[in-house]
C-alpha cells in the first residue's frame, strides 16, 4: 500500500513519558475537510507495544480491550462495568497509507468507521473497518505536550534540564561574589539554554511537516 506522510518514521527512536521505543509500524488515515489521523505501533524490549494515535499534532494513548472482554454496546451507548459512554461524534476515515507493521495489522478495508463515546473518566473509540462483522473498542486518554518526543527533542530537553540544573547549583553556591563571576556564568547558561529550547521547538516543527 502507498505510504502516506507521518511525523514519525519507521524504525525511528522515540520517546514515551521518557522511556525509549521504536516505532514498528504505523497505519495513516484522512477524515472530513483533510484531517490527517496517524496511528503508531511503537515497540519496547520486554514489554507489550503500544498504540499512539495522532490528531493535529496532539497525541491520545489507545488501549484495546482483550478478545474476551469486550464492552456492551447498545446503539449510543457503551456501558463498562458500572460506567456508561455516549455517542459524541462519529468519523469517517479512509486510509492513505501504511508502513512496517500497521496497529491492528494491515487494513483489510479502505475505510474505517470510528465512534467517540464520551463517559466521566474518559473516551472510548468503537470501530468498524468497511465490510467488517466484528467491533474494536478502545480505552482513548489523551497525553500531555511532551509525552512523545523524538530523539533530538528528548536530547534537547535533557540538555535544557541539565543547563538549569547547573544555573540553580550556581545560585545556592556561596564560593563566589554574587555580582561577579557567578552571575557572569549563571547569564551564560541562561543564554545557552535559551539556544537549545530554539533548537528543540525548531526539530518540533521540522517533525510536524
Known amino acids: 500500500m502507498a505510504t502516506g506522510t507521518a511525523r514519525f518514521k519507521l524504525d525511528e527512536e522515540i520517546f514515551f513519558a521518557g522511556r525509549p521505543m521504536r516505532v514498528a509500524g504505523w497505519v495513516q488515515y484522512e477524515g472530513a475537510n483533510a484531517e490527517l489521523s496517524t496511528r503508531y505501533l511503537l515497540a519496547e524490549a520486554d514489554a507489550a507495544p503500544l498504540i499512539l494515535e495522532e490528531n493535529g499534532g496532539n497525541f491520545a494513548?489507545?488501549?484495546p480491550f482483550a478478545p474476551g472482554a469486550q464492552p456492551q454496546?447498545?446503539?449510543?451507548m457503551i456501558r463498562v462495568m458500572n460506567e456508561k459512554y455516549t455517542l459524541r461524534g462519529v468519523r469517517k476515515l479512509k486510509v492513505l497509507?501504511?508502513?512496517?507493521?500497521?496497529?491492528g495489522g494491515m487494513p483489510k478495508s479502505q475505510l474505517l468507521v470510528s465512534g467517540l463515546f464520551a463517559g466521566r473518566t474518559g473516551s472510548l473509540l468503537r470501530e468498524l473497518p468497511a465490510g467488517?462483522?466484528?467491533?474494536?473498542?478502545?480505552?482513548?486518554?489523551?497525553?500531555?505536550?511532551?509525552?512523545?518526543?523524538s530523539g533530538e527533542q528528548f536530547a534537547a530537553r535533557?540538555?535544557?534540564e541539565r543547563l538549569a540544573a547547573e544555573a540553580t547549583a550556581l545560585a545556592k553556591d556561596d564560593g563566589e561574589d554574587a555580582a561577579g563571576g557567578k552571575s557572569a556564568q549563571i547569564a551564560a547558561l541562561c543564554i545557552?539554554?535559551?539556544f537549545v529550547l530554539l533548537g528543540l521547538a525548531y526539530a518540533f516543527l521540522r517533525h510536524a511537516d
Open 158 to 160: 535533557r540538555q535544557v
Open 73 to 76: 454496546a447498545t446503539g449510543r
Open 97 to 103: 497509507g501504511t508502513a512496517g507493521q500497521p496497529p
Open 132 to 149: 467488517a462483522s466484528a467491533q474494536i473498542f478502545f480505552f482513548s486518554k489523551p497525553l500531555d505536550a511532551g509525552d512523545v518526543l
Open 192 to 194: 545557552a539554554a535559551l
Open 61 to 63: 494513548l489507545l488501549r
